[in-house]
C-alpha cells in the first residue's frame, strides 16, 4: 500500500510540469498565429485609436515574455489558475461558458464512440488470437489496418452517402439514420447533465433516448470504427501471449470449453493493456471529434473549435485547446492510478 501511495504522488508531481509545458506551448503556438484577433473582432470600421483601446483592454499591448511580472504570459497563468479561460472576442461571453454548452455534446458522441471501438475491437482481436493463422484471422488483421487508415471524415461521409441518403431513398425515409444534429427539431430535449440520452433516462422521456440514440448512430460509428483498428491488433497481440499461458495450457487438458478460456479466463488477463491504450485513445477521440463533430454538423466542441478559427477568437481557440488538453492530462493520471491498482508490478 506504501508503495501504491509513492507512486501515486510521484505520478502527481510528474503531472505539474508536464501540463506547465503544455500550457506554454499553446500559449506560444496561439501568439504566433497568423491574424489579429482585435482586427479580426473590430473588422474595418475600427480605427486606429479604437484598435489600442482594445488591444489595451486585452493586455495584447503587453510583450508576450519578459523578465518582470508585466507580461502576457504571466497574465495568461494568473487567469487559467483562478479558472479564467478569457472572454470570445465573437460571441463576447466567457470561453467557460460556451465550452459548459458544448461539452456535454463531445463528452456524449466520444463515450458512444469508445463504446463501439471497444465492443468492437476487443471481442475481434480476441476473436482473431484464437483462430491464429486462419482466414478469419488473417480478415480481421486486415479490417484493423485498413479501417485505421481510413480519415474520420471520409468515412463519416461514406456513412452519411450510405445510411442517410441511398438507405432514404430505398426505404422512403423510413429507416434512414439522421446525417446531422444530436436531435429532432421537432422534440424539446429535457436538459439536466447535457447528455441528451442520459437526460432522457433521469426525466423518463423515452422519446428523448430514443431518437438521440438514433442521431448518436453514424457519428459514433464513423469514431468507434476507426479507433477498433488498434483495439484489434492490441487485444490479439496480447491475447497470443495470454493463450501460451500454462494455465491456459492445463484449463484445455482439463475439458473447460474452448470459449469459457479464451473469453472468461484469457481475455481478463489480456485487457490490463488494452486498459492503458484506453485512457490514450481516448484524446484520440477527442481530437477526433472536430473533424467528426463538422462532418455531422454536432454541436460539440469541435464545432464550436472551427467557428472560433473562422472568426479569429483568439481566447475561444486557446481555451478551448487548453481545456482538452487539460482533460487529456487528467484522464492519463487517472489510467496511470488504476492501472497501478490492477497490476502492481507498475508500482517498482
Same mark, same amino acid.
Given at each position: 500500500m506504501r508503495?501504491?501511495?509513492?507512486?501515486?504522488?510521484t505520478?502527481l508531481?510528474l503531472?505539474?510540469p508536464m501540463?506547465l509545458i503544455?500550457?506554454?506551448?499553446v500559449?506560444?503556438?496561439?501568439?504566433?498565429?497568423p491574424g489579429?484577433p482585435?482586427?479580426?473582432?473590430?473588422?474595418?470600421k475600427?480605427t486606429?485609436?479604437m484598435?489600442e483601446e482594445m488591444?489595451?483592454?486585452?493586455?495584447l499591448?503587453?510583450p508576450?515574455?519578459?523578465?518582470?511580472?508585466?507580461n502576457?504570459?504571466?497574465?495568461?497563468?494568473r487567469d487559467?489558475i483562478r479558472g479564467?479561460?478569457?472572454?470570445?472576442?465573437y460571441y463576447?461571453?466567457?470561453?467557460?461558458?460556451?465550452?459548459?454548452?458544448?461539452?456535454?455534446?463531445?463528452?456524449e458522441?466520444?463515450?458512444?464512440?469508445l463504446f463501439i471501438?471497444?465492443?468492437?475491437? !476487443?471481442?475481434s482481436?480476441?476473436?482473431?488470437?484464437d %483462430? /491464429? #493463422?486462419? *482466414?478469419?484471422d488473417y480478415?480481421i488483421r486486415?479490417?484493423?489496418?485498413?479501417i485505421y487508415?481510413?480519415?474520420i471524415?471520409w468515412?463519416?461521409?461514406m456513412?452519411?452517402i450510405?445510411?442517410?441518403?441511398?438507405?432514404n431513398d430505398i426505404?422512403g425515409?423510413?429507416?434512414a439514420?439522421?446525417?446531422?444534429?444530436r436531435?429532432?427539431a421537432r422534440?424539446?430535449p429535457?436538459?439536466?447533465t447535457?447528455l441528451?440520452?442520459l437526460d432522457?433516462?433521469?426525466?423518463g422521456?423515452w422519446?428523448?433516448?430514443t431518437?438521440?440514440?438514433f442521431?448518436?448512430?453514424?457519428?459514433?460509428?464513423?469514431?468507434?470504427?476507426?479507433l477498433s483498428?488498434?483495439?484489434v491488433r492490441?487485444?490479439?497481440a496480447?491475447?497470443?501471449?495470454?493463450?501460451?499461458?500454462?494455465? !491456459?495450457?492445463?484449463?484445455?487438458?482439463?475439458?473447460i %470449453? /474452448? #470459449?469459457k *478460456?479464451?473469453?472468461?479466463h484469457?481475455?481478463k488477463?489480456?485487457?490490463v493493456?488494452v486498459?492503458?491504450m484506453?485512457?490514450?485513445?481516448f484524446a484520440?477521440?477527442?481530437a477526433?471529434a472536430v473533424?467528426t463533430?463538422?462532418?455531422?454538423?454536432w454541436?460539440?466542441?469541435?464545432?464550436y473549435?472551427v467557428?472560433?478559427?473562422n472568426?479569429r477568437?483568439?481566447p475561444?481557440i486557446?481555451?478551448t485547446?487548453i481545456?482538452?488538453a487539460?482533460l487529456v492530462?487528467?484522464?492519463s493520471l487517472?489510467v496511470?492510478?488504476i492501472?497501478?491498482?490492477?497490476?502492481?508490478?507498475?508500482?517498482?
Amino acid at each position: 500500500m506504501r508503495s501504491l501511495l509513492a507512486y501515486i504522488i510521484t505520478r502527481l508531481l510528474l503531472t505539474i510540469p508536464m501540463i506547465l509545458i503544455l500550457l506554454t506551448i499553446v500559449f506560444l503556438i496561439i501568439r504566433v498565429m497568423p491574424g489579429d484577433p482585435v482586427i479580426a473582432m473590430m473588422g474595418p470600421k475600427g480605427t486606429p485609436e479604437m484598435i489600442e483601446e482594445m488591444r489595451h483592454e486585452l493586455g495584447l499591448d503587453k510583450p508576450v515574455i519578459s523578465f518582470g511580472l508585466d507580461n502576457q504570459y504571466v497574465d495568461y497563468l494568473r487567469d487559467l489558475i483562478r479558472g479564467d479561460l478569457g472572454t470570445s472576442t465573437y460571441y463576447k461571453v466567457p470561453v467557460w461558458e460556451k465550452l459548459k454548452l458544448y461539452f456535454p455534446a463531445t463528452l456524449e458522441l466520444t463515450i458512444f464512440g469508445l463504446f463501439i471501438a471497444f465492443c468492437v475491437g !476487443i471481442f475481434s482481436g480476441a476473436f482473431a488470437a484464437d %483462430k /491464429r #493463422k486462419t *482466414v478469419a484471422d488473417y480478415s480481421i488483421r486486415l479490417y484493423g489496418i485498413a479501417i485505421y487508415s481510413i480519415p474520420i471524415f471520409w468515412l463519416g461521409l461514406m456513412l452519411q452517402i450510405i445510411f442517410g441518403v441511398w438507405l432514404n431513398d430505398i426505404t422512403g425515409g423510413r429507416f434512414a439514420f439522421p446525417i446531422a444534429g444530436r436531435i429532432s427539431a421537432r422534440i424539446s430535449p429535457e436538459v439536466i447533465t447535457g447528455l441528451f440520452v442520459l437526460d432522457g433516462i433521469i426525466s423518463g422521456s423515452w422519446k428523448q433516448v430514443t431518437n438521440s440514440l438514433f442521431h448518436l448512430v453514424l457519428p459514433a460509428m464513423t469514431l468507434g470504427l476507426v479507433l477498433s483498428g488498434i483495439f484489434v491488433r492490441l487485444t490479439r497481440a496480447n491475447m497470443l501471449d495470454v493463450l501460451k499461458q500454462d494455465y !491456459i495450457l492445463s484449463a484445455d487438458a482439463r475439458g473447460i %470449453k /474452448r #470459449k469459457k *478460456v479464451v473469453y472468461r479466463h484469457a481475455l481478463k488477463n489480456a485487457f490490463v493493456p488494452v486498459l492503458t491504450m484506453m485512457g490514450l485513445q481516448f484524446a484520440y477521440l477527442m481530437a477526433g471529434a472536430v473533424l467528426t463533430e463538422t462532418t455531422f454538423s454536432w454541436p460539440g466542441m469541435g464545432s464550436y473549435l472551427v467557428e472560433a478559427v473562422n472568426y479569429r477568437d483568439f481566447p475561444a481557440i486557446q481555451g478551448t485547446i487548453i481545456f482538452i488538453a487539460l482533460l487529456v492530462a487528467s484522464i492519463s493520471l487517472v489510467v496511470d492510478i488504476i492501472y497501478a491498482f490492477i497490476d502492481p508490478r507498475v508500482r517498482y
